[in-house]
């Protein structure tokens, strides 16, 4: 296949990615050419956490950070220093639609990033509010969450963009504008998950241990907002029965009740040619920390 001048090798393109419709690796790679001028704006600059479905999503899939020593030269890689493991992962970088079909081709259905980019990366461009239910909850479980922190949200003036997960929760995204910390971030998400919890005590929980936590009680996952934590970028194809793609939303169309299958792979480009890009906004410019956080505190007390 030629993308611009670049010729890339793709294998096993009728591979079936997806039993219960039939989707191929080739649909794949077909969707995201398609919605490649929508996606990589959100992609630009940031490194890339693999996870390989290379048989399909019914079987076992893998995590990848580093870049392999078979990574073409016209992919853009970089170094970044593991605080973990203290030795330097080589990161993928997607900035073009032939680097999209490589990652896809490699069997990377969906496309996890980080919160910032290489010009910026220990300052995050977006807070998120990662609404997480337990197996015994239910969707409107998840609905009647975001409208609470919506309400949180609007008493505060934040601006605030929902979108799917393209799983079983939903996503709020506040852009950060890179002006703060990975830690100023997180505090600043701690503290919103907290009020959220005392909102909503019965639904809602911050006890991250699976074995702790009930299985009836949506998880207020604040700590996506860490340095090298990644989330499925939107637009992307979710490795889930029905190809559901992680989806920008109105505030409007929370409200109506949607199903998150509604917002799948054959759909989203129509979508967006019809609404254009919701999510625009989240690469924006910033809120006033220091006044929101006042704000949040004297709502607390």
Known sequence: MKIGKQEIKLTHLDKIYFPDNGLTKGDIIDYYQKISSYILPYLHNRPQSLNRFPNGILRSGFYQKDADE????????????????????????????????????????????????????????????????????????????????????????????????????????????????????????????QTLNQTLPDLTTLERSLEKRSKNKIYLDYLQNAKGQTLCSVYSVRPKIGAPVSTPLQWEEVKRRIDPLDFNIWNTLDRLQEKGDLFLPVLGTSLNYDEVFKNLKNIRI
Not at 72 to 88: A, C, F, M, N, Q
Not at 125 to 140: A, K, M
Not at 162 to 175: D, L
């Open 70 to 193: 078979n990574t073409p030269d016209w992919v853009k890689t970089h170094g970044i220093l593991s605080e973990s493991t203290e030795r330097i992962v080589h990161y993928i970088i997607c900035n073009n639609k032939q680097t999209i079909a490589y990652l896809n081709n490699l069997g990377c259905i969906e496309l996890n990033i980080w919160n910032s980019r290489l010009s910026s990366q220990e300052h995050p461009d977006y807070l998120v509010l990662d609404i997480d239910p337990s197996s015994g909850n239910s969707f409107n479980d998840v609905i009647e969450v975001m409208l609470a922190a919506e309400e949180i949200l609007n008493s505060l003036n934040i601006e605030s963009y929902p979108k799917t997960s393209g799983s079983t929760g939903m996503h709020i995204y506040i852009p950060m504008g890179a002006r703060y910390t990975y830690e100023e971030v997180r505090d600043l998400a701690h503290l919103l998950m």
